[in-house]
């Protein structure tokens, strides 16, 4: 398994966690030349490669439309949507190579609806919705499938880059889902683990929505009234 991402510290502690299997590599998913350095590495001590998950992903403090400089909306689009597709890309031989393979794309439910104050990270997963599709199109006669994760809310840094929510941001969270609880990284995995496998083999092109229920309609809480009740 390899590990690529920006944050080396977090990228070495999960190498040691997870044993000889796996190795880490310092990559920054909006650099061309980092792609092109891992493809390295990649076909000289690897020459294969089977499954691709595109997890890179920043949001910065929700700011109005009016309000964001275009280096604010850049960096966001320059990481989620940029990283995404040279990551993409630079996989892409590999994959062929071993005529099969995964490549798993996370997305999220502001790739489905628009969120205020959101703008750079909605545009950007709008997008990688949209190149999943294309890249489905393209790679699916090479045995190769692409789809796309959806995320809701899910507790991670990025979701409270701040520290702690509090128990009332957590209640507030839980209470307005329909399962009753806030998403965890581990449900997001699950999903990820079951594109990667064959049992998706006829999985191609598709969004995979993990939110609990937040997107199939108007959710009452249990203990209020409905929006038609007076």
Do not use: H
């Not at 850049?74 to 949507?81: A, G, L, S, Y």
């Amino acid at each position: 398994v390899i590990l690529a991402d920006i944050n080396e510290k977090k990228g070495l502690k999960l190498e040691k966690e997870l044993g000889d299997a796996t190795k880490f590599f310092k990559l920054d998913v909006s650099s061309e030349n980092n792609w092109k350095d891992l493809k390295k590495e990649i076909d000289s001590n690897y020459n294969l490669l089977d499954i691709l998950i595109c997890n890179a992903g920043i949001s910065p403090a929700p700011k109005n439309i009016e309000d964001l400089k275009l280096s604010e909306y850049m960096k966001v689009i320059n990481t989620n949507q940029i990283g995404t597709f040279l990551g993409i890309q630079a996989c892409i031989p590999f994959l062929k190579k071993a005529k099969s393979g995964s490549i798993i794309t996370i997305s999220s439910t502001a790739g489905l609806n628009g969120v205020t104050g959101l703008a750079p990270y909605a545009s950007s997963k709008f997008a990688i919705r949209a190149l999943t599709k294309v890249a489905s199109l393209e790679l699916g006669r090479y045995g190769i499938r692409i789809n796309s994760i959806l995320p809701g809310p899910i507790d991670t840094e990025m979701l409270r880059p701040a520290g702690d929510w509090g128990v009332d941001m957590r209640e507030a969270l839980s209470s307005s889902n329909p399962t009753g609880r806030i998403g965890t990284p581990t449900d997001v995995a699950e999903m990820a683990a079951f594109l990667a496998s064959d049992v998706s083999s006829f999985c191609n092109g598709a969004d995979f929505v993990v939110d609990g229920g937040v997107l199939a309609g108007t959710f009452s809480p249990p203990d209020t009234k409905s929006p038609w009740e007076n």
